[in-house]
Nanobody
């Protein structure tokens, strides 16, 4: 089994930055493609970004307009999400997800393993 744990969330003012981290543990041989998914309570999950196992394929939600950057550190089984120019609309719980497949997708339903999430609140 794979365990994922997010960290780095918090309260930030509009225009600020945060870096989220996700550490994978357990059966890390199943850590293929990884993704960040966010959700506002009462709303559907929203794809944010994903990266393939090789790191050569990366997808971002169009709505982010280039403000976020996803990266992976394979040696430590860690994935990051650098979020710049944050807006109140970015407020959500951010989940780390992984799939037992090397290919990245933009569909949250295709991810097999999930963390518990970290809250990001953008407010003045």
């Amino acid at each position: 089994q794979v365990q994922l744990k997010e960290s780095g969330g918090g309260l930030v003012q509009p225009g600020g930055s945060l870096r989220l981290s996700c550490v994978g543990s357990g059966d890390t041989s199943k850590l293929g493609a990884m993704a960040w998914i966010r959700q506002v309570p009462g709303k559907e999950r929203e794809f944010v970004a994903s990266v393939s196992w090789s790191g050569t394929v990366i997808y971002y939600a169009d709505s982010l307009q280039g403000r976020f950057t996803i990266t992976r550190d394979y040696g430590d089984n860690v994935m990051y999400l650098l979020m710049n120019s944050l807006k109140p609309g970015d407020t959500a719980i951010y989940y780390c997800a992984a799939r037992d497949d090397t290919g990245a997708t933009m569909n949250p339903e295709t991810y097999d393993f999930w963390g518990r999430g970290t809250q990001v609140t953008v407010s003045s």
